[in-house]
């Protein structure tokens, strides 16, 4: 089954401790197809300017992305310039450029408008409220946001938090979204008001799922060289939304698994700049890289215990 | 078989957003010995005042804390005032008075000196060095530091690590010592110079276990409510020396296990002030938080994968 995205496409200049990359591919949209068109058939929204290279998109086209809701405008694309220090944690955002995408209203080709699996990367709330009535009845919507929604629409994020199944967000936006400091009080907290399923980031530090009174936990992966962490989260949402689109099935013990998946197309998006680590890999990286995470978590109780 | 450990056996007054204790038991020696006795007896070897509340660690003694070693002199004992704000992560020390610590000079009763795991706890590495000439082949040493030996005793500290087989440290002190961000990179650093072993503790975020080229992790237990961190990370050490005690066995498999147990008991340390908690649990608390564990990182890879 398919996995409808709608998200920023953007070009990157990024500028980490190990070289500079200007101008690559980036944005929420981007990073999220690259990475679930591994495990499902992708159809994204965006929208790009007239200067946009469209076509380094190939390969995510050939890899079955369906673009047919990406719209090209006049002006100029999403642009984003960020530095990463030393410790490689968190971004420092040298230069935002809107373009075209500060007037982006998602138009939602009819073609997708019946896709089963939604996830509405992280833009404006209204505008992820729009896309919600586009769509015909999907099984599964998630949502990511971030700090400066939380602040600047925080009414629409919580009208939009009451339509959708599932929330990714990282723990600083949880606990800014919830005024709670535990992330399992703010976990709940977000649960009481929509989402059944609530996925709190934690950047290297992994990822909880939490659904009912069950809790998961996904450690990242602990690669030895973190070259770019740009796309991280995006491509974690890109896995967990692929692997729920392929199996189908939501039950815990598959969105358990789905979360491994996200983890793990998270660990390979960050080995490389932009999504050039992404569009290298194939199916025995991926499951090779699951198989770690098994390993790296793995503990038999006592038998006597 | 026994666990000894040489620490420091201390009175804290703790404030923390849900309250605040005065003169409790405190040090690591004493957090270390109430975790670990849960799992095997436990010889403790520190010093005290005459200020003393020796009839508090009654307790202690009474569930298998050998006591011979803990001096008590004319003087303070070690006293630390500390205070942790609303996100608990760290705390602010307030005060710290040394007293009779300050002349400490470990004696191993004879006894002792067989004891098969021995745990140094956070004292000058030339005091941890020095227990080593007293102790008889143990099967297994391990050694916990923090920042101010690293700073100010690091020839002693890099000396002491040779002869150590694992070395128990916190995410910042490992990139102190090493100079390596990277906490992969960091303990392979570790492990060229000595410990065969090495645990890095995240607080909050969980534990690492590196051994030859495997890696372990296992989350920190997610607690609705922690009271008092203060005190976790050498209940881990205890519970997981302890675990290694009880089974005698040092395969990866067991490692893994006994990690769990510390991440277990430092889980408990932090819901009360104190030992309080680590003095109420018993067997079934421990067994049911491990079944906890468990479930918690738990997921089935894909049979068509």
Redesign the interface.
């Known amino acids: 089954m398919s996995v409808l995205v709608v998200g920023s496409v953007a070009l990157d200049s990024v500028e980490t401790p190990f070289g500079k990359a200007d101008n690559v591919l980036g944005g929420s949209g981007t990073f999220f197809s690259a990475s679930a068109s591994h495990l499902a058939p992708v159809q994204l929204v965006g929208v790009v300017g007239d200067d946009y290279p469209m076509a380094q998109l190939e390969p995510l086209r050939a890899r079955g992305v369906d673009m047919a809701g990406l719209e090209q405008t006049a002006g100029q694309s999403f642009r984003w310039r960020g530095r990463y220090r030393?410790?490689?944690n968190s971004a420092e955002t040298l230069e935002t450029h809107l373009g075209v995408f500060s007037h982006f209203s998602p138009k939602i080709p009819a073609q997708f408008r019946s896709a089963p699996f939604v996830f509405l990367a992280n833009i404006d709330p209204r505008l992820q409220l729009d896309v919600l009535r586009q769509v015909e009845r999907p099984t599964l919507v998630a949502c990511d946001t971030m700090n400066f929604w939380i602040e600047s629409r925080r009414p629409d994020l919580l009208e939009l938090i009451k339509h959708v199944d599932l929330i990714t967000l990282n723990d600083g936006e949880a606990r800014q979204l919830t005024d709670c400091?535990?992330?399992?009080?703010a976990a709940r907290w977000i649960m009481e008001r929509g989402p059944s399923i609530v996925i709190i980031k934690?950047g290297e530090?992994?990822a909880?799922l939490f659904k009912e009174r069950?809790?998961?936990?996904?450690?990242a992966y602990?690669?030895?060289?973190?070259f770019d962490p740009t796309g991280a989260g995006d491509s974690f949402a890109g896995g967990f939304m692929g692997y729920v689109a392929r199996?189908g099935d939501l039950s815990d013990?598959n969105l358990?698994?789905a979360?491994?998946y996200g983890s793990a197309m998270g660990s390979f998006a960050v080995e490389r700049f932009s999504i050039q680590r992404l569009l290298e890999i194939g199916p025995a990286d991926i499951?090779a890289r699951?198989?770690d995470f098994?390993?790296?978590?793995?503990?038999?109780?006592?038998r006597s215990?």
């Open positions: 030393h410790d490689l400091t535990n992330l399992v009080k934690k530090h992994g909880f069950s809790i998961f936990f996904a450690p602990p690669l030895e060289d973190v199996t013990d358990r698994r979360v491994v499951a699951v198989a098994k390993r790296l978590v793995a503990f038999e109780e006592e215990a």
